[in-house]
């Protein structure tokens, strides 16, 4: 069995000033290269691990693209990307299937806002229908029809620390699917909420205030409905709220084995929960003012105390470079 590998990750801020509009924009590496190196503990780690234990399967890395700005891909380059990707796979001749190595919150110029969904349609006009799975940052945005074609792995965990377990199930599921041992149905149920990221977590170093998290609580329940026989995973996903898509806002994506019925009833039990609590996004962390929280640093006999300003994240492509604490700082006579 042959399986064919390809990645494009990207987080997409369609607010960036800093767009990529050029095809020097792109970072592209091609064959070997692709998968050289890869932690052993990442996604694609995860997944080569599982696929190599397996004499009869060549694995074919193809082309795995990048960018170095956080704003939106230009129409014309993600043509030529996506035209790179399919080349590839096509190229490697006689694949039996394909692991996609997705971020998951890419975002074009239109027409092309469920980018990474475009890629997959290219592939399957250009190679026909074959098992194709990918795996996933918590932070993506989906279409229907990606969730429909290109079964989904991602992660749990936010901050994001099961990409190595989310890459070894896509590749053993995806092995149930060549042996044909495993017929996986997707379903995703979109819920209207961009939730601020702070509000996301799913983990924390305190225990007593991990258990209060609603993500870390609805993670549970989602754990122990995965155990529901014919269930092949489910995920909450948190969404990407700085990607302005159509697509952009919370999800919960379900895969049962030849069962839509049952991917589609734990999509909606677990949407209807986190749709009625979401209140509780907004009350996970105190958030306050810069002038609050300079005075409240001042005032704390505990040290160190960090300051962390949220409107100024690089994860968010922002430049990582305002004033604003160090302003308030000095004119509040901090020391």
Known sequence: ???????LSHETNTFAMEKNDSMDCVHARRGEEVIRGAHPKSFLGGFL????????????PTVAIGFPRGGIIGKEVFEECRGMIVDGLKGAGGLDGIYFAFHGAMVAEDPYTDAEGEVARA????LG???????????????????????????????????????????ENLLLMLDGKLNPVTRR???????????????????????????????????????????????????????????????????????????QKMCEEL???????????????PIHSVDEG?????????????????????????????????????????K
């Open 271 to 285: 949407a209807r929960d986190l749709w009625n609590r979401r209140d509780e996004l907004l009350s996970v962390r």
């Open 49 to 60: 691990e599982i696929a190599t234990q397996r004499n009869d399967v060549e694995l074919v």
């Open 129 to 171: 229908d074959m098992p194709m799975v990918a795996t996933y940052d918590f932070h993506a945005t989906m279409s229907d029809w990606e969730n429909e074609n290109v079964v989904p792995f991602p992660n749990n965990t936010n901050p994001h620390i099961d990409g190595y377990e989310r890459g070894r199930e896509a590749a």
């Open 189 to 263: 149920i979109f819920v209207p909420i961009i939730g601020p990221n702070i509000g996301q977590s799913t983990w924390s170093q305190i225990p007593e205030d991990e258990e209060k998290l609603l993500l870390y609580q609805l993670n549970c329940k989602r754990e122990e409905m995965e155990k529901t026989p014919g269930v092949v995973n489910i995920t909450i996903l948190g969404g990407y709220g700085y990607g302005d898509s159509p697509d952009a806002g919370m999800s919960i994506v379900a895969t049962a084995d030849g069962d839509a019925e049952l991917a």
């Open 294 to 334: 300079i005075k409240m640093a001042m005032a704390r006999q505990e040290k160190p105390v960090m300051l962390v300003d949220l409107g100024d994240d690089p994860g968010s492509a922002c430049p990582a470079d305002s004033p604003a604490v160090l302003e308030s700082l000095v004119r509040l006579g901090a």
């Open 123 to 126: 592939v399957k006009d250009a």
């Open 1 to 7: 069995m042959r399986i064919g590998i390809a990645g």
